[in-house]
């Protein structure tokens, strides 16, 4: 498998859960694939993230696979745990 780019840009397609819609996706694009990450593993609901797809380079990561990016001691931004534990 070829390196990940974090700093690549990146398009998400969050589900909106409203079944029967004819567009049930969201879509929101970021400059870095390391913040969409950030936005989809720290600020969407758990139940939101199963059915999130993020886009980067033309190849889609599904929602175990970005949380393994998340995880990944390469990510590069501060993540929400380190924010909480420098802060005690």
Do not use: W
Not at 77 to 86: A, E
């Amino acid at each position: 498998m070829d390196a990940f780019h974090y700093s690549d840009p990146a398009e998400v397609y969050v589900a909106n859960g409203i079944k029967g819609r004819r567009n049930n996706m969201a879509y929101r694009r970021f400059e870095t694939a390391a913040k969409a990450i950030r936005f989809i593993v720290e600020d969407l609901p758990s139940s939101r993230r199963v059915g999130t797809v993020m886009e980067v380079n033309e190849r889609r990561h599904y929602h175990q696979e970005i949380r393994a990016l998340y995880d990944n001691d390469a990510f590069p931004l501060p993540k929400q745990d380190d924010k909480v534990n420098n802060a005690a």
